[in-house]
Nanobody, 125 residues
């Protein structure tokens, strides 16, 4: 059973930083995609960033590139999303995702079969 466990969410003031981690267990194949999505109240779920652990290739939402950085630690089967310069518009539930492969665009949620429970990020002005 694939298990994704997020950690690192919390409350910060605008301009602050947070680092989210996702621990992966139960997935036995060597290569996969790991991603982050977020969903704010009343809004659709949107892709934040993703990484392919085979090559380290990264994907970002254009509006977040430069503030958010995704990285991986294959030895620990974890990924980290570093978020800088946070604004109230970044307030959302953040979800870790895993896909063995991508059949379509990385930022489409239906392309990701495995999801964590989410971790809340709240940014106050």
């Amino acid at each position: 059973q694939v298990l994704l466990v997020e950690s690192g969410g919390g409350s910060v003031q605008a301009g602050g930083t947070l680092s989210l981690s996702c621990a992966v267990s139960g997935y036995t194949y060597i290569t996969y995609y790991l991603g982050w999505f977020r969903q704010a109240p009343g809004k659709e779920r949107e892709g934040v960033a993703a990484i392919y652990n085979g090559t380290g290739h990264t994907y970002y939402d254009d509006s977040l590139k430069g503030r958010f950085t995704i990285s991986q630690d294959n030895g620990k089967n974890t990924q980290v999303l570093q978020m800088n310069g946070l604004t109230p518009e970044d307030t959302a539930m953040y979800y870790c995702t895993l896909a063995p492969w991508l059949d379509g665009p990385w930022d489409v949620s239906r392309n990701w079969p495995y999801w964590g429970q989410g971790t809340q990020v709240t940014v106050s002005s």
